[in-house]
């Protein structure tokens, strides 16, 4: 029998376990938060991840003839369908849990959300129209690019940007079996984890406005560096198996 290769060991086995992914999921879960609550009050009105409300925005928009209003709603689409794809392109073959892959399609998140922020400082927090365009439109691909980190995560039905079926799942589950309320509480988290984060994001508006997208970085990269400093004792110890495996 051949030994299993370093590609094939990555494929078959995460670097992080479930509960530990379920755990970051919650802080991913409140950068949204905090992105969403800059994004839809300094930036024209638009979510960085709900797609629903900007769809909604978009077709008022065209009734209302309104060109901002309408350039506003297509970058924001636009933009988390760009993030999606392009972090899909490279996770598409690497299985589904927390892989090294994962990290840098993360890392990549993280440079995009720091690019908001310095974009927000550079212009002193006032953007012109022009500005907060392009800011929204990295908002929006950081939001796409996450989306498809958690759904890539291994955590089934899992969810850190768009949480509407997260909490119809729990009410569903609530009322078919109120016994099983425990199985909704990785959802029930997620949910928290969103609602703390707005908050937290609102306050900074009012405290500190020109760290307001900071904030979403900073959780992000806090989730980065805690899945790399967690998976490196797995990763130094498949690395030995294998070697002792290829002898």
């Given at each position: 029998m051949r030994a299993v290769g370093a590609r094939d060991a990555e494929f078959v086995r995460p670097a992080l376990s479930r509960r530990a992914v379920a755990r970051l999921l919650v802080v991913l879960s409140a950068s949204s938060g905090c992105l969403d609550v800059f994004c839809v009050t300094q930036l024209g009105g638009f979510f960085a991840s709900v797609i629903t409300g900007n769809l909604v925005q978009l077709g008022h928009s065209l009734v209302a003839v309104d060109s901002r209003l309408l350039s506003g709603g297509v970058v924001a689409v636009g933009g988390y369908a760009?993030?999606?794809?392009?972090?899909?392109?490279?996770?598409?073959?690497?299985?589904?849990?927390?892989?090294?892959?994962?990290?840098?399609?993360?890392?990549?998140?993280?440079?995009?959300?720091?690019?908001?922020?310095?974009?927000?400082?550079?212009?002193?927090?006032?953007?012109?129209?022009?500005?907060t365009?392009?800011?929204?439109?990295?908002?929006?691909?950081?939001?796409?690019?996450?989306?498809?980190?958690?759904?890539?995560?291994?955590?089934?039905?899992?969810?850190?940007?768009?949480?509407?079926?997260?909490?119809?799942?729990?009410?569903?589950?609530?009322?078919?079996?109120?016994?099983?309320?425990?199985a909704g509480a990785a959802g029930a988290a997620r949910l928290l984890g969103l609602l703390g984060g707005a908050v937290l994001g609102a306050v900074v508006l009012r405290v500190a406005p020109l760290w307001a997208p900071a904030l979403a970085a900073m959780l992000v990269a806090g989730v980065l560096i805690t899945a790399i400093a967690v998976s490196r004792p797995r990763r130094r110890a498949r690395a030995r198996s294998e070697d002792a495996g290829s002898r």
């Open positions: 760009v993030g999606v794809a392009g972090g899909t392109l490279p996770l598409r073959h690497a299985g589904l849990g927390w892989r090294s892959r994962t990290e840098l399609v993360t890392a990549a998140q993280v440079l995009m959300l720091t690019g908001v922020a310095g974009g927000w400082w550079a212009t002193g927090g006032r953007p012109g129209f022009a500005a365009l392009v800011l929204l439109f990295i908002a929006a691909t950081a939001s796409g690019v996450q989306s498809v980190v958690t759904i890539s995560s291994g955590i089934p039905h899992a969810a850190t940007t768009y949480l509407t079926g997260s909490l119809t799942s729990i009410v569903r589950g609530v009322v078919f079996d109120p016994h099983r309320f425990a």
